[in-house]
């Protein structure tokens, strides 16, 4: 079944047309990559998808309900939430304020509940911050959970997007370059994180990745984008081959 | 120095440091928490100040209120209400109404501005706190334009003596501060607090984390507007002279700026610390010999103060520390576990 679904989407900057027409589905339960070469519109399509940008046209369906017009916000509640290419962790919080403020539909965050009714927040806190310091067990930054994020490394902040992710009990997470800047040992821990997601936690993964060797480790399938368009679509091995493939990447070859 | 001299000048002193503590608390609110950068404190002092004076019973002494049509029947019209035995509640009503124009003029600026983000919306607000000083100075039937309103009533006046007035009124603004100051307290350290905090940080992450940036920034900033509209009832109380002049950004936005930055952005003990440091720098100064004392060289020692604390300690004296989340509440109950 196709959990996100995406329909002849444009998108143009002023004169620049970023993502051109561009079909595609991601299935539930896979983890579905996403390449290109650089400026193909794959952050676009990301931005598009989760309410910072305003398509041009085109429509998205997610689990077939329209997504498309809705605010950032508006997205999250529907299930999809995101990371950033480079992590946007909140620097002069706590790993855990960092995932604690995730949840939604918090009673505290009224500000008049706090005022009247502390027992209320008091209550919900205790579950936010067990499910937070769970989070964190399960990406292995648990014994960090007072430090302040942005006194993270590169590779622990990567895992913190991942966590915020999982903090949010998403359906669907896009994950812009997980494995930029990070060593081989921490890639692998991330694979195995993202892999548990998805059979322990039910998570989707639709995956924007350059490094060819993560892809096929993780991802299946692999739609390819290339100016703004999908040029190929399948198993990482035989997209690999796919000679549009290779022509949108190295240029000029047929 | 005779002592009881030496005294009613400290008095003054808590009362007009505490007054701004109540704007730094407000002003935590906005840049501390929400990261909204305003400058237009001016704005909303001003707007506080004239509404509790407009709101104020002109019961003493009609005669006072001669050139000051609308205040005195605007009062009259309310005649009858809140008096309970010899306790003359008007006072609280003009506290609660400066606290509601300013919710609600924030509203409505918050609604046009807050999209903006950092240095455009300083510059709206600026504009803003401009164009509400221009208005009382200008529409002369709403508060007497450049004359001001003078004598404004004292709350409680005929119940105290004058000479003691000042005790009583110390007593007051620090009841309304330490109020304000538990409140503030408490719905900025609860997830609340945290939403903003994490949108002073990084609104694009917030956004992404399902928050909705907006509402909670007007929220944010409704809240610290009517928080600065208390803090200008107070100053209207105490100065009982407002006009147009009396709010100029160096003593109405940039001073409230210095005691923020300087006490701790973020803590609200840090911004009623400010307050006393800074203010009590500004006063103090004052009595220096020769050029030391004039309000030039003063303005430069203040300056000097933010630069050696932004040096050594950028957060301010107390800074925001590395809170984890817990309700201000429960703080000493647990320590994290891992």
Known sequence: ???????????????????????????????????????????????L?????????????????????????????????????????????????????????????????????????????????SKAVEVLEFVGLADLQTELAG??????????????????????????????????????????????ARRDRGVTFFVIEHDMDLVMRLCDPVIVLSEGATIAEGPPAKVQTNPLVLEAYLGGLT | ?????????????????????????????????????NIGIAGFFALGAYTSALLTKASADPRLFEDFKFGGNLAASFEGIPVVGSLDLWFVVALLGAAAVCAVVALGIGFLTLRLRGDYLAIATLGIAESIRLVFLNEKWLANGSKGLYNIPRFLGDVVAPRNYDYLFL??????????????????????????????????????????????????????????????????????????????????????????????????????????IVWGVWTRTQFLPRFLGEPEFRLFLIGFIIVAVMLLRPGGILGEGRKVSRPAWQQKTASPET
């Open chain 1, 1 to 47: 079944m196709a959990l996100l679904e995406i329909r002849d989407i444009v998108k143009d900057f002023d004169g620049v047309r970023a993502v051109d027409h561009c079909s595609l589905t991601v299935e539930a339960g896979t983890i579905t990559g996403l390449i290109g070469p650089n400026g193909a519109g794959k952050t676009t399509l990301f931005n």
């Open chain 1, 49 to 129: 998808i989760t309410g910072f940008h305003r398509r041009t046209s085109g429509t998205i369906l997610f689990d077939g309900r329209r997504i498309d017009g809705l605010a950032a916000h508006q997205v999250v509640a529907r299930g999809i939430v995101r990371t950033f290419q480079i992590p946007r962790e909140l620097k002069a919080m706590t790993v855990l304020d960092n995932l604690m403020v995730v949840p939604a539909h918090q009673a505290g965050e009224s500000p008049w509940v706090p005022l009247l009714a502390p027992w209320r927040v008091r209550r919900e806190e205790r579950m936010i911050r």
């Open chain 1, 151 to 196: 006194n993270l490394s590169g590779g622990q902040k990567k895992l913190l997007e991942l966590a915020r992710t999982l903090m949010a009990e998403p359906r669907l997470v896009l994950l812009d370059e997980p494995g930029a800047g990070v060593n081989p040992t921490l890639m692998k821990k991330l694979v195995a994180d993202i892999e548990a």
């Open chain 2, 1 to 37: 120095m005779d002592i009881i001299g030496n005294l009613d000048y400290n008095i003054a002193f808590v009362v007009v440091a505490a007054i701004y503590a109540v704007f730094a608390l407000g002003l935590n609110v906005h840049w501390g928490y929400a990261g909204l950068f």
């Open chain 2, 171 to 276: 007593v007051v603004v620090l009841v309304v501060l330490a109020i304000l100051y538990l409140a503030v307290e408490r719905i900025t350290k609860s997830p609340w607090g945290r939403v903003l905090r994490a949108i002073r940080e990084d609104e694009t992450t917030a956004a992404a984390s399902g928050k909705n940036v907006f509402k909670f920034k007007l929220q944010a900033f409704i809240l610290g507007a009517a928080i600065m509209g208390i803090g200008g009832a107070l100053f209207a109380y105490n100065v009982r002279f407002l006009s147009p002049l009396t709010f100029d950004p160096l003593l109405a936005t940039f001073i409230i700026w210095a005691m923020l930055m300087v006490g701790g952005s973020g803590n609200n003990k840090g911004a009623i610390l400010g307050a006393f």
